[in-house]
């Protein structure tokens, strides 16, 4: 066991371009989570989570600690994505692996600008 977890880190290192790939997925998660976290204010008032055009009001509102769940979202998302990436590569898929690795990339930067919309724009609604 010990020995095949050597291995596995090994060809990862052999790999440079896929390991730099996950440490940048790994990196840009991390970012998200910092500026995610540190966006944050807590305040009194509910803040406004959800949309829809069918009720009577357009947007129902919760506590402001609802907005925690996006730090949720980018630790999970950094890790399931740099582990599926480094498995991709272990399995001999490394075409695969890189093309996994791009769209983790450009999906945490789009998670980031529409993460910094509704912070910025439409969560603190009064």
């Known amino acids: 066991m010990k020995l095949d977890i050597k291995e596995f880190i090994k ?3 052999n790999d440079r371009p896929v390991f730099f790939m996950m440490l940048a997925i790994v990196i840009l998660a991390i970012s998200y989570c910092l500026y995610t976290g540190l966006s944050i204010s807590p305040t009194d008032s509910q803040i406004a989570t959800r949309y829809t ?4 009001t357009h ?5 402001w600690y609802y907005l925690f769940s ?3 979202l980018g630790i999970i998302f950094g890790a399931a994505h740099a582990a599926l990436v480094a498995k991709l590569c272990s399995l001999n898929m490394r075409s695969l692996a890189v093309a996994f690795g791009w769209f983790s990339i450009i999906v945490i930067v789009i998670i980031g600008i529409i ?4 912070l910025s724009d439409i969560a603190y609604l009064s």
């Open 53 to 56: 055009a069918f009720g009577i």
């Open 115 to 118: 993460t910094h919309a509704i």
């Open 59 to 63: 947007f129902y509102r919760e506590q």
């Open 70 to 72: 996006f730090v949720g």
């Open 11 to 13: 060809q990862l290192l």
